[in-house]
């Protein structure tokens, strides 16, 4: 980061890194930057790829896009304008891969975005998977934001059938109480 570069009350905004030189990479986590360089290691890189290439032989045929890194993704905390938000991440990729707050998580930033994501369940403990809504706790109130239904939903079985009973039954329950 250029040596010009000051933070505003000891904390660094959206706005801020917008002004930042394209050539570096940085993340902002909470107001402070981390420097992304030197660039990720060949084995990173190796795995990257493996990844991607199977979510893009996955999605081939479907009405759907596989991204890669770098793009920002911003995680603002409440309702403040987006130049303000001072959490800026560069995820590689972005999949939820669980259920409730991993999905809407994910789900919320892709949105954000305006980037298709997909889930990949891990247990029948929520109606969430498919929706096109998330519904955070913010400030202590559950709130219902719009967002975008993902473009897949993955689950294994296997995996499904492993999950407490109990986290069965609250998604049964979920899913019932909506009618």
Same mark, same amino acid.
């Given at each position: 980061?250029?040596?010009?570069?000051?933070?505003?009350?000891?904390?660094?905004?959206?706005?801020?890194? #917008?002004?930042?030189? $394209?050539? /570096?990479?940085? =993340?902002?986590?909470?107001? @402070?930057?981390?420097? +992304?360089?030197? !660039?990720?290691?060949?084995?990173?890189?190796?795995?990257?790829?493996?990844?991607?290439?199977?979510?893009?032989?996955?999605?081939?045929?479907?009405?759907?896009?596989?991204?890669?890194?770098?793009?920002?993704?911003? #995680?603002?905390?409440? $309702?403040? /304008?987006?130049? =303000?938000?001072?959490?800026? @991440?560069?995820?590689? +990729?972005?999949? !939820?891969?669980?259920?409730?707050?991993?999905?809407?998580?994910?789900?919320?930033?892709?949105?954000?975005?305006?980037?298709?994501?997909?889930?990949?369940?891990?247990?029948?403990?929520?109606?969430?998977?498919?929706?096109?809504?998330?519904?955070?706790?913010?400030?202590?109130?559950?709130?219902?934001?719009?967002?975008?239904?993902?473009?897949?939903?993955?689950?294994?079985?296997?995996?499904?059938?492993?999950?407490?009973?109990?986290?069965?039954?609250?998604?049964?329950?979920?899913?019932?109480?909506?009618?």
């Amino acid at each position: 980061m250029s040596p010009q570069i000051k933070p505003k009350n000891n904390s660094f905004n959206y706005g801020d890194y #917008l002004n930042w030189p $394209e050539d /570096e990479r940085w =993340e902002l986590i909470d107001g @402070v930057p981390y420097n +992304l360089t030197p !660039a990720p290691s060949r084995a990173h890189q190796k795995i990257l790829a493996a990844v991607l290439t199977k979510f893009y032989s996955f999605l081939e045929d479907k009405d759907c896009e596989v991204y890669s890194a770098p793009f920002d993704v911003r #995680l603002p905390e409440g $309702e403040e /304008e987006p130049q =303000e938000i001072t959490t800026v @991440v560069q995820p590689d +990729l972005v999949v !939820a891969v669980g259920s409730g707050v991993i999905n809407d998580l994910s789900k919320w930033a892709a949105f954000q975005l305006g980037i298709p994501y997909l889930v990949v369940a891990t247990a029948a403990s929520m109606n969430g998977y498919s929706s096109a809504n998330v519904a955070p706790t913010m400030g202590g109130v559950k709130m219902l934001i719009e967002a975008r239904a993902p473009r897949a939903v993955i689950a294994e079985p296997r995996i499904i059938e492993q999950a407490p009973y109990a986290m069965t039954a609250a998604g049964f329950g979920d899913t019932i109480g909506r009618r």
